[in-house]
């Protein structure tokens, strides 16, 4: 059965704000969160970056659901670091705890002043990574020369169970590649054609688990209300790679989108007044394959998005979904 979730945005909500919506998606009948890993936002309209994984202890000891994160084992995090860091996560919250394993952006891992390498050099010391943290996660003593050093490493404190590692993918090439290590893929909406590619290279290259999909959308009372939002919010977001992973700085995401019209918004975020229409594109994602949806409104205050989803998209979605099974 399709899950829905709940995407808690790091980049535009403060953290103690966050715990209060993912608390509210939980009562009205989300089924699991995720969030976003930044130590910086994408737009200064954003204007947030809380730390994600001392806000994860949190929001885990005050759920009860599932909930994950994007990780990056780069400059910021070393590969033991973020292994020690999920193992007592899941260690203390069993089979709650996901991380999609990823190569990063500039504008979050140019800050310690460490070189920012091409994309090909990121991917790989993401897959030397992705070995490491396995092997961690089960109490084995690490030691490693490659791309980053380990020396004798050893969690002793690790889950029953690890956490799993799933692959964030955009393209079908990268989908392909990540299937050859992850528990399960994410990806992000995109056209319908696309996301078929998508999954099918993940599936082809040999991935299993299940598949998720982070869906932007902007809902409010009126069409005018909804645009104007995700046009303030997320117009900073609509650039294809490889600017948003080697763009460094929040001004120059800002300087980049000043003249960005609403039309290109639109493309990347599902936005309209209707709740209808938001009804008929998750169902589309679900006809898609994925098993997971996250829904991403992209404003700053999630109450009412919160609450009238879960009274009247979730269980429609739901119904229709469980009728074609």
């Known amino acids: 059965m399709t899950r829905f979730g709940f995407h808690a945005s790091h980049e535009q909500i403060d953290p103690a704000q966050l ?3 993912v608390r509210h998606a939980e009562s009205v009948g989300f089924d699991m969160a995720m969030c976003s890993d930044h130590i910086a936002p994408w737009s200064s309209r954003q204007g947030h970056s809380g730390n994600n994984w001392t806000w994860l202890g949190a929001v885990l000891a005050t759920t009860a659901f599932p909930i994950g994160t994007l990780a990056i084992p780069g400059h910021r995090y070393h590969p033991v670091v973020l292994a020690h860091q999920l193992a007592t996560l899941a260690q203390m919250f069993p089979d709650r705890v996901w991380a999609a394993l990823g190569s ?9 002043g460490a070189r920012w390498p091409q994309k090909e050099e990121r991917v790989s010391h993401l897959e030397e990574s992705v070995d490491v943290i396995r092997r961690l996660l089960t109490g084995e003593e690490v030691s490693h020369h490659g791309s980053f050093t380990v020396d004798r490493a050893r969690l002793w404190d690790v889950p029953e169970a690890p956490p799993l590692l799933l692959g964030p993918a955009i393209s079908p090439p990268s989908a392909a590649r990540v ?3 992850a528990d399960g893929l994410v990806t992000v909406s995109q056209p319908a054609e696309v996301l078929r590619d998508v999954v099918t290279a993940y599936s082809d290259a040999g991935g299993t688990g299940r598949l998720a999909v982070q ?4 809902w409010a009372p009126t069409l005018q209300e909804a645009e104007a939002l995700a046009h ?4 900073s977001n609509v650039f294809a790679p490889p600017v948003p992973a080697d763009t460094m700085t929040t001004q120059a ?3 980049m989108a000043e003249h960005v019209p609403e039309g ?10 209707d709740l209808g229409r938001h009804r008929e594109w998750l169902a589309e994602f679900a006809e898609l394959g994925f098993d997971d949806i996250y829904l991403h409104h992209v404003g700053q205050d999630q109450a009412a998005f919160i609450e009238i989803f879960g009274e009247q998209v979730l269980p429609a979605v739901r ?3 469980d009728a074609s099974n």
């Not at 869906?215 to 902007?218: E, G, Y």
Request: charge should be negative; avoid cysteine.
């Open 19 to 21: 715990l209060v919506d």
């Open 104 to 112: 990063g952006e500039a504008m979050n891992e140019h800050v310690t």
């Open 179 to 181: 299937a050859t290590w």
């Open 215 to 218: 869906v932007h959308l902007s």
């Open 232 to 235: 303030d919010q997320w117009r």
């Open 253 to 255: 995401f800002d300087a």
């Open 264 to 273: 290109v918004v639109t493309k990347t975020v599902r936005v309209s007044e």
């Open 319 to 321: 119904g229709v979904n």
